[in-house]
């Protein structure tokens, strides 16, 4: 089994529970949720939907800090250690999502993963804090745009691996050595039957499993976290 160098985590539905974008929706949140699922699922292109989602929502600066946090209390079984365990050995981790920048990069901080390898849609307010647009140029905002993204790093350790739940991670499978669905919280039937591998389990340790391989370190702590995510793929 390769080991890999990188690991591309998405951030909704899979380091955490939560889908931000739904989250922020309030009263709106039936035909959010409908337009979101609707862009996972690959039925209609990302870019139809993202800017008319905010234009409804509307996210203030506090309720970008409230999902923020609800990341964090959702995070994935697993997550901290994943990470964790993948940093310690030596695994670059970098997050690359269509969510809203400060609200993921919470997660980032929970996780320790620094904020330059973070990549999600800045948004902007005004001085009240009030939701005043987002950046409209961002590839992570339309279809393709995680692939093209990925493509465009000329610094990113190769072998790489991409982990996520959606069609724009699906999508991005060109873009890396190797993409694992990850079907623990939801289980999106073209995104699973796309993954090179698949993770129905409720949890990140099969991907530290994945992610290493056979060349574990020595530290017993991870070749545990490695022998219960194996236990986690069966």
């Given at each position: 089994m390769a080991r890999f160098r990188s690991v591309l985590f998405d951030c909704d539905s899979t380091l955490s529970s939560i889908e931000g974008i739904d989250e922020l929706a309030r009263e709106h949140k039936a035909e959010i949720e409908r337009?979101?699922?609707?862009?996972m699922r690959g039925e209609v292109a990302l870019e139809a939907v993202y800017g008319r989602?905010?234009?409804i929502i509307r996210p203030s600066r506090a309720e970008l800090e409230r999902v923020g946090a609800l990341y964090v209390d959702r995070l994935v079984a697993g997550a901290r250690e994943t990470v964790g365990a993948l940093q310690e050995a030596g695994v670059e981790v970098r997050i690359i999502s269509g969510g809203l920048r400060p609200a993921?990069?919470?997660v980032a901080r929970a996780l320790g993963i620094d904020e330059t390898l973070v990549f999600a849609v800045a948004i902007s307010f005004d001085e009240r804090g009030e939701y005043a647009g987002f950046d409209e140029a961002s590839p992570l905002a339309r279809q393709g745009g995680k692939?093209?993204?990925?493509?465009?790093w000329t610094d990113l350790p190769r072998p790489a691996m991409l982990v996520g739940d959606g069609a724009t991670d699906l999508e991005a499978k060109g873009a890396v050595?190797?993409?694992?669905a990850f079907a623990g919280v939801e289980a999106r039937e073209a995104v699973v039957a796309g993954g090179d591998d698949v993770v129905r389990a409720p949890s990140l340790l099969p991907v530290l499993a994945l992610a290493l391989g056979d060349d574990v370190p020595r530290e017993s702590g991870i070749r545990q976290l490695v022998r219960q995510g194996l236990e986690l793929l069966t």
């Open positions: 337009l979101t699922e609707m862009a989602r905010l234009a993921v990069l919470h692939s093209a993204l990925i493509a465009s050595d190797r993409f694992v």
